[in-house]
């Protein structure tokens, strides 16, 4: 395909072809390339080299990374140093940026996780640990693995079973101080692989307890946990986090979400009140009782939180939105339409916003399926932001 610009949604169908095409083959000759894997890739190189598509170099590369992936996690050759160190050679030098070997490298490392050989795959994560909260965490859990079960690996020395718990907790230590992200290597297969999870949930959870001062494990594990939608493990990190630091509302507002999700009100409810309690005067979790409310078939949650805001003196425009809403899930379309114009007429720099709200929920009297909840996502998105919620 020449002249003119080639859509993204063509090249990345191309690609998904192509690479399940290979993954296939790769699946059904495993013995074959592990004889002669630099064939193999000779093959792959010419695919992309005649693709009827223009690739970006970045996607090329993470191309290869994940071809990369496929021939270690199916290869029975993995346990052999050479081997390993030679196909990521070959995986490397077909790459447009040579130096970007972390893809390849830590998909050597997690097949060596894998089949036992944490010594082995030590090697392949440490230029990168630092790097990377989620690869920071397989690097010490390589050398507590070697601490609390030992390696039949060269190299492996018994008399340093002490040592290799030292080195994790060590490792760990630095990682809380460094705080890197979350996964900013960690892509394509590696980022699918669901056995990873338990070498990085392992660490934050012995880090919790090594380092109980430190919040950024919890944080981190937060994180991870509503990236992979884990409830079991955001309920025990926040469970941890809010008896450990009682005065950090972050916890407190993840928390607060959690429950409005599952569903239960009275619950989610009782914990904002919980909330008031602990930060009394803050908007916030006066703001999540009207949040809250707004979902409760009866008024008298709403007034009372309604009222609260007046007395902490909520930013008005705020209140004004909220009112609004409130009438339109109730149903009162008049008294909707008297909340938002009084909006407009009050704060005219937000007529951008109020503008479209008035001729989505005012102007046009039929509504599709769904839409009073992405006006409910929006109006409370404005409102947090409003607020500055989430923002310290």
């Known amino acids: 395909m020449t002249g003119g610009l080639t859509p ?18 790769i699946e059904t000759n495993t013995e074959a390339i592990d004889e002669n894997f630099p064939a193999f890739f000779g093959k792959v190189a010419t695919i992309l080299e005649r693709a009827n598509v223009p690739i970006p170099d970045q996607v090329h ?28 050679d070959i995986a490397c030098g077909m790459k447009r940026k ?38 920071g965490c397989w690097y010490a859990y390589c050398h507590y693995i070697l601490y609390k079960e030992g390696s039949t690996e060269p190299g492996y020395s018994v008399a340093e079973r002490w040592n290799y718990l030292k ?13 890197p992200g979350l996964q900013r ?39 991870r ?19 450990r630091f009682p005065d950090e509302i972050s916890f407190y507002r993840e928390a607060y979400h959690l429950k409005f999700e599952q569903g239960d009100l ?11 309690e602990k930060f009394p005067g803050n908007h916030e979790p006066i703001y999540y009782g009207l949040r809250t409310a707004l979902h409760l078939p009866r008024d008298a949650e709403y007034n009372y939180f309604r009222a609260l805001a007046e007395e902490s003196k909520m930013p008005r425009h705020v209140l004004h939105l909220i009112n609004y809403v409130h009438a339109l899930l109730r149903g009162r379309q008049g008294q909707a339409a008297l909340c938002l114009d009084e909006f407009r007429r009050k704060y005219p720099s937000l007529n951008y916003y109020s503008d479209l709200l008035w001729f ?14 992405a006006i409910i996502t929006s109006v409370d998105n404005f409102c947090r932001r409003m607020l500055k919620i989430g923002e310290t």
């Open 8 to 25: 993204e949604i063509v090249v990345s169908n191309w690609l998904d072809k192509a690479k399940t095409e290979i993954f296939s083959y």
């Open 61 to 88: 590369d993470e191309f290869i990374d994940a071809v990369a992936y496929q021939v270690f996690a199916v290869s029975k050759r993995a346990g052999d140093p050479r081997f390993v160190s030679r196909v990521c």
């Open 98 to 135: 040579k130096e970007r070997k972390a893809g390849v490298h830590l998909a050597a490392a997690v097949k060596l996780m894998k089949i036992g050989m944490p010594l082995a795959a030590a090697a392949y994560l440490r230029p990168y640990w630092r790097h990377d909260a989620t690869v």
């Open 167 to 179: 080195s994790a907790h060590q490792y760990m230590d630095d990682l809380g101080r460094l705080r």
């Open 185 to 223: 290597l960690v892509r394509g297969e590696l980022e699918q692989d669901t056995w990873l999870a338990e070498p990085f949930w392992t660490m934050i959870f012995l880090s919790t307890e090594w380092f109980p001062d430190n919040p950024w494990f919890l944080q981190i594990g937060i994180l």
């Open 225 to 243: 946990a509503k990236q992979d939608r884990n409830n079991a493990a955001l309920v025990k990190v926040l469970q941890i986090a809010l008896v």
């Open 266 to 276: 009275g619950d989610t409810l009782s914990f904002v009140h919980d909330m008031l």
């Open 360 to 373: 989505i929920t005012i102007d046009a009297p039929i509504r599709a399926d769904g839409a009073n909840l």
